[in-house]
């Protein structure tokens, strides 16, 4: 079970209506996807779609832009709404500022921005102890399974008498602007706990000769 699914089961116990989001990224990617989504799950309404205040598709139909018809809410910036969840699929200086944002209007969160910094994942956990967030850096199901298998795997081979090289390999679509991605990292660190790696190294080109141990 991944994460998203977790969250809106949660909340649904909690709710006893329709379930209202607002989408923080919605003209991209992956918030075209959930709006899509959600609008053909009758658990869930659209009630706000969220955008930079640049963004050149500000004011069109969130539901056009998705490719599944007017739904009746226009692309507009983050401010308040209804909305019982937002979900954040952005960029980190937009995801900060989301963030900030459900903080001061006692919103629940769901992030999936990943390439967030350290400062940045820092205010994301703070923010995480004054209103409920969950925070993935893959909200794939099969993802997250792959994850729990590479704990289990780290486990068993830690101990190998004649060691154990741990290479994560990724490849995304041209658009993917963060490298490594989250999820690259999260296996990275999955495997480093369970197998005590204190070190690490991102990239290999030309000839740099064999890897120490790591």
Known sequence: MNCWAIFIWSLQDQLANTMKLAIHGAAGRMGQRVTALAMK?????VVAALESADHPLLG???GLVAGVGKI???LGVVGESNADVVIDFSVPD????VIAHCVGASR???VATTGLDSEQQAYLKKAAQKVPI???PSMSTAVNVAMKLTDIAARALKDLPT?????IIECHHRFKEDSPSGTALKFGKIAAEAMDITEHTHGRSGRPGARAAE
């Not at 060691?163 to 290479?167: A, H, I």
């Open 163 to 167: 060691g154990v090289d741990v290479e």
């Open 108 to 110: 629940p969160l769901v």
């Open 72 to 74: 009746g809410i226009p």
């Open 94 to 97: 937009a995801a900060v500022a």
């Open 60 to 62: 069109q139909d969130a």
């Open 41 to 45: 799950d009758p658990r869930f309404q």
């Open 134 to 136: 969950v925070w993935s």
